[in-house]
């Protein structure tokens, strides 16, 4: 469901000090409907570098991306994924451990669709339940305070 918080939780991992201080580099990626490799990692080449990516091929990126990424180690968030075709999945994971395989990346993915996360997950799925109706209240109540 949208709108259950999984970005903002996100957000706050992808922010905290603990995160910063392991990680070399940190990517943000919105993924939304469009679960193109070439698209996702020119977008993380344009997230890593500040520019927008003019290169061409999915190999010229890749090279690029190596250099940016080095030996350190990343934390890559794809965010809204809907993707539910586990070979799409399959040809982003084998160019990011062919870019970078080191121990201790990290990829964070949220996403509606309990599939979506069957498909891209080697961790179990966190769920994230509604609050109930007196925790919605409450957050309006303090909100209309201050």
Not at 67 to 95: M, P, Q
Request: glycine share 8%; charged share 25%; net charge neutral.
């Amino acid at each position: 469901m949208a709108g259950m918080g999984k970005t903002t939780l996100a957000k706050l991992v992808y922010n905290h000090e603990l995160v910063t201080r392991h990680f070399d580099k940190k990517i943000w990626v919105c993924v939304s409907d469009d679960f193109d490799d070439r698209r996702i990692l020119g977008r993380i080449l344009e997230d890593l570098t500040g520019n927008s990516s003019q290169l061409g091929t999915k190999n010229a990126i890749l090279e690029k991306l190596q250099k940016e990424l080095g030996g350190g180690r990343y934390l890559l968030v794809l965010d809204d994924v809907w993707n539910e075709e586990s070979i799409k999945w399959d040809a982003l994971r084998t160019c990011l451990v062919g870019i970078n395989s080191n121990i201790g990346n990290c990829i964070i993915v949220t996403a509606r669709s309990d599939h979506v996360a069957m498909i891209m997950g080697t961790l179990p799925v966190l769920h994230l339940g509604g609050l109930c109706d007196a925790d919605c209240w409450s957050i309006i109540r303090k909100k209309s305070i201050s």
